[in-house]
């Protein structure tokens, strides 16, 4: 590996702010220096302020440096996520003119999580692409609408822009950023260590939408959600399932939809899509196999439940969240009011 120069990676907080979102990639960086041998990234933790920051579950965090005082050669800012509160303090401190004022000199500026409404804050996601945690894409498409905000996306590359969705998607809008410095030989050995997916299968919102309909279920009707989800292929016709389940026809479609709010063979089309979802992101395989492995008929029933719930189709989704050759550059993993609700 080249001699590569030591980045300066700031990763911004502030009081509210989620852990996790400072925390994940903050080891992301510091497993590459530890496999690297030397030291890849500097980590400063920076807030409007200097002092501890007290996250939104209690953990203060060292003491931050106030983004007045940082250097000139900053490489990467990443702004984290936090509590409503925190977030709407962030967007009227002084962050937004900060990050404004630091785009011509950075190299990579980015958010994790709901990070996204202090970069928007900025006017930084202007005629942008860009994702955030699930729960909150819509609220951020409304007060933003022009930004173009990719509701499924893992992460969101936009250069010189970059946005992740929820939470722990900023270990691998991380990861990428590594891959991307040193190569995708290091970003494998964190990404092992961590015990993380080199490249996650599949959007955020199989895991939000999956997450919400097994959430709201009986424990009977659950087992039976699961196993769809783990294994949508086959004879999942409304007869199968009731008599998985154990009920008639009408009694099962009834409960099904009262506790899920979908009928069964819209659950079972988005958890077809889901799988035809991550088989496009990392295989190279031919529509008609994703189709087989996903458990369509055929590649016409794929392309239309495409079309239903993902209002694009296979080929669309695959040209834009499918694995690249070139490791160059980070690839999307499918990214006013600060007022935010979760």
């Known amino acids: 590996m080249p001699d590569l120069p030591t980045r300066k990676i700031a990763l911004v907080g502030y009081p ?5 979102d400072l925390i994940g990639p903050w080891e992301v960086f510091a497993m590459a220096n530890r496999f690297s041998g030397r030291a890849r990234y500097e980590l400063i933790l920076v807030s409007a302020s200097s002092g501890p920051i007290e996250t939104n579950s209690g953990l203060a965090l060292g003491e931050a440096r106030s983004c007045a005082d940082l250097p000139d050669d900053l490489d990467t800012i990443l702004v984290a996520g936090g509590s409503p509160a925190g977030l709407e303090t962030a967007c009227e401190s002084s962050l937004p003119a900060w990050l404004r004022s630091r785009l011509p000199l ?13 970069l928007a804050a900025a ?4 005629g942008r692409r860009a994702t955030t945690h699930w729960e909150v894409c819509e ?10 905000v990719e509701a499924d996306a893992i992460f969101v590359a936009d250069p010189p822009i970059y946005t ?3 939470v722990t998607a900023g270990i691998d809008l991380c990861l990428s950023f590594v891959e991307a410095d040193c ?3 290091l970003a494998l050995a964190v990404a092992r260590n961590l015990v993380l997916f080199m490249r996650r299968p599949g959007g955020q919102t199989q895991y939000s939408a999956g997450l919400k309909v097994q959430s709201a279920a009986t424990p009977r009707m659950r087992t039976l959600i699961t196993e769809v989800a783990a294994d949508p292929v086959g004879d999942l016709s409304l007869t199968a399932l009731a008599e998985r389940a154990g009920m008639t026809e009408r009694t099962f479609s009834r409960l099904f939809v009262k506790d899920t709010g979908l009928t069964p063979a819209a659950y079972v089309e988005t958890a077809r899509v889901d799988r035809a979802k991550a088989l496009l992101e990392t295989s190279d395989w031919p529509l008609a196999r994703i189709a087989d492995r996903a458990g369509f008929g055929g590649v016409h029933a794929l392309h239309r439940a495409f079309l239903r719930r993902v209002k694009a189709t296979p080929g669309d989704y695959r040209e ?3 694995r690249r050759q070139d490791s160059g550059a ?3 993993a499918i990214t006013p009011s600060a007022r935010v609700s979760t």
């Open 330 to 332: 980070p690839q999307a």
């Open 123 to 126: 006017g930084l996601l202007e």
């Open 16 to 20: 509210g702010v989620q852990s996790l």
């Open 320 to 322: 834009r969240f499918g």
């Open 139 to 148: 609220q951020l498409r409304t007060a933003y609408p022009t930004t173009t």
């Open 106 to 118: 950075t190299r990579r500026m980015g958010s994790v999580c709901s990070g996204a409404f202090v």
């Open 183 to 185: 190569g995708p030989e």
């Open 164 to 166: 992740s969705a929820g």
